[in-house]
């Protein structure tokens, strides 16, 4: 194996120019690269996997948001507005969907299998969460193989296997007081260090999870923290925390919640009743996923587990279209005999609740995904997703991920094209590369980097704990956090493989800092943050995107208007102060018309 | 042919590996590696799988196999926090009246 004390030339970092660097290589990401060539840009696309086996692009269920021409797209926008509570810029939204017919257009061109009736269209059906806003199935990984042949014939230079540790600033600080110039990085193979040296830096790297709990172990929020260290803001991190179904009968991976109630599953207690009808008699299972899993959870506490999936009502064109992405995605516990016969057995569910921002927090983007910081844009998950608000609906993030990415090449490659160099500061690659390679070089540690990572995946603790935010429990985590967080400044690696987990680690530990901050400035609850400690809709103080930006004196955290009087749809009526759905959920108060 | 411990899901069968190294692609987490250049890859970092299947797919020779039934010491099921058992429990709950 590479090892540093044997190979001290590895500390001799390489630079490459290039007018547009992409870090990440998901739809966000690929998408960016391919429109940046197209405008004609040099480009440069990094990923610490394979473009086209990395990230939750690949792994993800395959459905997308899909307006097609003809669409009226009036009502589409209104019910994201409506249903993400207003807590988005519009301009966005209409953006969204626009971009997105042209997105669906690109997937059918390059020959991805996209489900389709008997008479060749495509098959839509209402995407979870939502009545009017269409979602379609596709093969994402074939998607990504498609994506990946595009870059290539567009003359895009992939660089593979690469872990980025840093974004460069134009002064050499962190935070920087100047613009982002490009990012570095090593070689995974060999351990030699590289550095991007750009004029524009687009990061996609997906968004802020965990290992262990979700099946995408490579998503851990790199892309946040490097871009919170450089100094952009972030907003709306505490709401980073999501809910999915994905485990079956304690220990098998679903694959998607939000396909399977898309075409008829239910959710059901012991008794067979299909608990969301209280709570949503118009979308039961479909409804936002914080108000689901808070009925899951009181289910639970009720006495009336286990909860089930019962897929007993799915359509055929379910069962057709897993057997299709079985085969090419490489199994589906559902067709594999390992658990009873779901087309006749419900089977045990349960929700997760941890980090999964799925957009929801992350960097702050304007329409052109620029950050905050010059230089620097965001694309897909690693951004905060403007368009959607407080409620990312099935097929959401994949369709925010493809525009922003597309967006965000456009501007950059078209700015990039009228715009120099920024130099270099002397000794920034030489510290970079200390503080990438450095942990080979420790001391043996105690710890290792796998054990860093499973107190990481340990933060949460049960979903019964996990939906609440009080201030007492947040300050435990806090103060877990910064213990985690240092022993990734002492820990060693014994390898190239454990020193990328170690950065993991050190980035997970660093965002889960900030989102629990976050939590704790926040003195409300609503729609996925809860707190007991104050279990109302504050909307007088609240009704904002909630930033955060590192400053050289430390966190600063911000209220940003959301300015309703500038968009078209804005009769948003003021919110009477009561408990928020998880708030009244678990106190068993809740009332349907109180939050539609 | 399965991994005789199931201590990790992911198990490569060197005998039917023909070293086309399509799986050290293959796999975002980069389980497999080669020990040595010029050997045969193997699951160096088997402990690192995320139980996505892309490598057994991706396997020209279907050497690769990947388990569900291999333990996740990062995930606690919300079920043995209530010590509640599923021995027969799905089996029989269809004998119970379809609630639609």
Known sequence: MANIQQHPEMQTTEVEKTEVLVIGGGFAGTWAALRAAEIGAKVILVDKAYVSRSGASTMSGGITTCPLPGDDLEPWIEEFVVRGDYMCDQRWTRQLLEGQRDRVADLAKWGVPISRNEKGEIRRFSSRGMLAVKCMQYDPKLAMEALRRQLISHGVKIIDRHCITELLTSDGQYPTKGSVSGAFGFDIKTGQCKAFHAKRTIIATGQISMKGIHHVDNDTGDGVAMSWRAGARLVDLEFSFGGTFVTLMKRYNL?????????????????????????????????????????????????????????????????????????????????????????????????????????????????????????????????????????????????????????????????????????????????????????????????????????????????????????????????????????????????????????????????????????????????????????????????????????????????????????????????????????????????????? | MSNESNQYPVYLDSGMCTDCGKCLDACPTGVFSRKESGDKPTTLYASDCHVCFLCVADCPSGAISVTWDAPNPRQQSVYDVLGMDFNNMSNSYTSQKDPS
């Open chain 1, 255 to 596: 694959g998607s919640y939000n396909v399977a109630v898309a075409h008829g599953a239910r959710l059901i207690n012991r008794h067979g009743e299909r608990f969301m009808a209280r709570y949503d008699p118009v979308r039961f299972e479909r409804s936002e996923l914080s108000r689901v899993v808070a009925a899951f959870v009181k289910e639970l506490q009720n006495g009336n587990g286990p909860v089930f999936i019962d897929m007993r009502h799915c359509d055929d064109a379910y069962w057709t279209d897993l057997e299709s992405m079985a085969m090419t995605g490489g199994s589906t516990v559902l067709l594999s005999g390992k658990v009873p016969d779901p087309h006749v057995n419900p089977l045990p569910i349960e929700a997760t609740w941890g980090f999964w921002s799925g957009g929801r927090g992350g960097v702050e983007v304007d329409l052109s995904c620029k950050t905050t910081l010059n230089g620097l844009y965001a694309a897909g998950a690693t951004a905060k997703n403007p368009a959607t608000g407080t409620h990312a609906s099935a097929g959401a993030p994949t369709s925010f991920a493809m525009n922003s990415g597309y967006f965000a090449g456009e501007s950059a490659a078209h700015s990039a094209l009228v715009d120099t160099f920024q130099p270099l500061v002397n000794g920034l690659l030489e510290k970079l590369a200390f503080q990438a390679l450095s942990p080979m070089m420790r001391e043996t540690s105690q710890q290792t980097p796998d054990e860093l990572h499973n107190d990481l995946s340990k933060l949460g603790g049960s979903v019964f704990e996990a939906m609440d935010c009080h201030a007492t429990r947040v300050k435990t985590l806090l103060v877990r956090t910064k213990s985690i967080f240092e022993a990734t400044c002492v820990v060693k690696a014994n390898s190239l493989h454990e020193l990328i987990k170690l950065h993991e680690a050190r980035n997970i530990a660093e965002n889960a800092r900030l989102i629990y901050a976050s939590a704790t400035d926040r003195t409300e609850s609503r729609e996925q943050f809860y707190r007991s400690d104050y279990p109302d809709i504050d909307d007088d103080n609240w009704f904002c995107l909630h930033g955060v930006t590192r400053t050289a004196t430390g966190d600063i955290f911000e209220r940003i208007p959301i300015q309703l009087e500038s968009f078209s749809i804005k009769d948003r009526t003021k919110k009477p102060k009561r408990p928020s759905p998880i708030a009244s959920i678990f106190a068993g108060t809740y009332e349907p018309s109180h939050y539609e």
